[in-house]
């Protein structure tokens, strides 16, 4: 009679097949796991494990339970939803987004949001109305600019949809990599007369780093066909409750039992014919994980992976990774009047694109007397420091007059790095997508995220549902 992968599991269990060395945690001897005591953890047992409950692992976690797979979700943060995140105002009860903050009216964004009964509405970008042009290195605003219209966004799209249409689907690139791909996204620009969009390629690509010098690659992915389609048709969405966050609270009720949340993977044993075995420190206590398959939707960098004894294969692929860094933020700043935006633009750059490390823009939110703000670096830098420079950067907007004089402080303040994670030019035309794609299923695992897409919650969901019978087996 043949077992199921899960009736194969509780056989182990109960058959004493563990040497007596590994009972603690359930793991073989000589593995990255060890016995850490007498007492063995409790034993929970599941279809498949989610690693990270941000975006992309909670959609997961979901959607796995609607295929009828059983699912455990493990965050090291005390809730889940990654990047998304809402502040809640203590004197009001008001809230706005200081993460995600849009979606595409695409079905499958539809329907995950009808599912929580969370109501979306046509996007209003707040900073559209009357705003500053001024370069934040020296507070003043730049005499006579004006943004571009972006006349190009047809050409743009119209190049995207003819040449790399399957940029919108992963990486899964032709051999060879196309030469454009590899070259600067300055150089995409200037080749094909797109000037006119640099500014608004900018403003969506927050997080990037310096995207003008990123691989073309890279950007064309984020400020995608997709995007640039419903840009064009308006089909953009938000939250009608300024609450991003509620998908995810509802998840998480939904998902209930199924979430370990303030939970860390200490280590594990991925090379069982049976699945993967894992040691997670909950605020309960120690507990042993076993599942059939495991899928890894954190940062795949080979700090924040080593508890999962990772190999050379995925060591050397994810050591490859250079990651980007974005803050953001919401500012007090009494005696400024709601409707300021003031966006950051180079007085001296190629089509004016701003200086980074720096602040994209402030503006308005949508409670009253707060200002949202994005910082983005293309190094790392501590909270502390972000901090220090965007109020030096506010202190030179007032010197020069563009901004009243005011007593700024932060209402809220939250780092999203490692973001957006790239590799060289000669890494991506050396097939280095190809090798981190057959890891697909390598060791029991498999990878979600914007390392295997892009910083794009509703992409990410769609290849999602292209992952998902492979997980689901």
Known sequence: MSLTRKQALKTMIGSGVAAAAGLATGLRPGTALAATGSTPAPVIERDVVV??????????????RDLGRSVLVVESKNRLGGHTETFHDPATGATTDIGVIVWHDMPHVRDY??????????????????QKLADFRTGQVLPGYEIPVPVALTTYRDLL??????????????????????????DFIAANGLESIAQLVFRFGQGLGDLMNKPALYVMKNFSLTLVNHILTGAIVATARTDNSEIYEKATTFLGEDVLLGSTVTAADR???????????????????????????????????????????????????????YYTGLLRLPGVPDSTTVRNVGADTPNNIAVLPGVYRITRSSIPGLFDLKYGSPTPLSAAQVKANVLADVGRLQAAGTLPAT??????????????????????AGGFYRRLNDLQGHRHTYYNGGAFHTHDSSLLWQFTEGLLPRIAG
Do not use: C, K, N, W
């Open 113 to 130: 949001f009808a599912r929580f009964d969370v109501p979306l509405v046509p996007y209003v970008d707040p900073g559209d109305g009357d």
């Open 407 to 428: 007593s700024p402080s932060f209402a809220a303040f939250r780092s999203h790095s490692p973001f957006e994670l790239t590799v060289s030019p000669d890494d991506i």
């Open 271 to 325: 090379d069982r014919a049976e699945g993967v075995v894992l040691r997670v420190d909950t605020p309960q206590g120690p507990r042993t994980v076993r599942a059939g398959a495991l899928v890894v939707t954190a940062p795949p960098l080979p700090t924040t992976l080593a508890p999962l004894g990772l190999d050379a294969t995925e060591t050397a692929l994810f050591g490859r990774f250079r990651p980007g860094y």
């Open 161 to 186: 949809q003819s040449r790399y249409p399957y940029l919108d689907a992963g990486f899964e690139l032709p051999d060879p990599v196309p030469a454009e791909l590899l070259a600067p996204f300055s």
């Open 51 to 64: 690693l990270g409950g941000g975006s992309s692992g909670t959609y997961t976690a979901v959607r796995l």
